[in-house]
């Protein structure tokens, strides 16, 4: 195996509204990597977002939005490369390789290929059914070897690396790395509010199912008051979470806020009703999330500053994809390239 040089890539869809769970699950991660020396790589992926309708003017509001939340959860533009999918043109132009190198069974395997077309797949776009091979793209032509995500993606990854595997074996060459899914910590998979067997998701038709980083302090509050929870005070083990949706749910989501682990907040809280644990975790959610939100109304005043950030991110990004892309034009044998 070739060596890699480490390099964090991941993206998130700008589809309209961040919730708690891309938070925890994502943008804060992000954040953290981003000092850990390795060089990081966050996109704002509109290529996959219109794989469903968007609506052009609230895509390009939903962009800028989502770029807000990025900088407003810690990620300075200086030290990572923040950019629109879009401005690179090479993610599309790898994608259209690995729709060649990517087999249909592979794709009609993906849970989120059968969640989001239905019963209808016919009707479906057929960007929705070869969105993985862009995201192994986004991923590939940075040659990125750590990509963190949500549990939600986890089953992308692996084709990243199952496309990533075929095409050095069709080509017989070391060319693409194997890339790690990098899934940590206890909030890897935060769930409604409103049921604890479904994730929290920003199209769960229920606005009190999920934390928007939008949410106002009172709005944050009161979601938190209204969770669904059961009759049981907090367990001091996790063994006591078995079977307890709910409950686990918010054990998680305070350890994700307040960077401890699922045990440590047990051993805090346990013993506790929900009725005292509960403003305990609107206290933090509010005291973690009103800054971001603050921060995301100031910069949403200034785009043309978010467009300058993103303008530059793409230079950045096109400097790395676009030597890598011309390498798997060469291995293909595309004369010219
Ligand atoms: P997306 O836009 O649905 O979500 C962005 C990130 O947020 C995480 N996430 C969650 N984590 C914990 N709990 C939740 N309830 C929750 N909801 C969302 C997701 O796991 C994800 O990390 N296909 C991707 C976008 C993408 C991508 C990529 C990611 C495109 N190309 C390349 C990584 C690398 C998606 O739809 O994420």
Redesign the pocket.
Known sequence: MAEFTPRV?????P?GGL????Y????KRFADVQDAGVETIY?M?DL?AITVWQDPTALTRATRELCAGFIASGIDPEKSILFN?SQVPAHAQLAWIFNCVARMGWMQRMT?WKDKAGKNTQNASLGLFA?PA??AA??LVYH?TH???????KQ??EL?RDIAIKFNNDFGVDFFPETEPVIEGA?????SLRDGTK???KSDPSDMSRINLTDDADTIAQKIRKARTDAEPLPGDLDGLTARPEARNLVNIYAGLADMSAQQVLNAHGGQQFSAFKPALADLAVDRLSPISAEMSRLMQEPAEIDAILARGAERANTIAAPILKRTYEIVGMVGA
């Not at 919730?19 to 891309?22: E, M, R, V, Y």
């Open positions: 890539f991941s993206g998130i869809q589809s919730t708690l769970g891309n925890l699950g994502a943008l996109c992926v996959h999918q989120q969105y862009l995201m986004d991923i990125a990509v963190p995500v949500g549990e939600d993606q992308h990854l990243t909030a890897t998979r935060v769930m994730k929290m998701s």
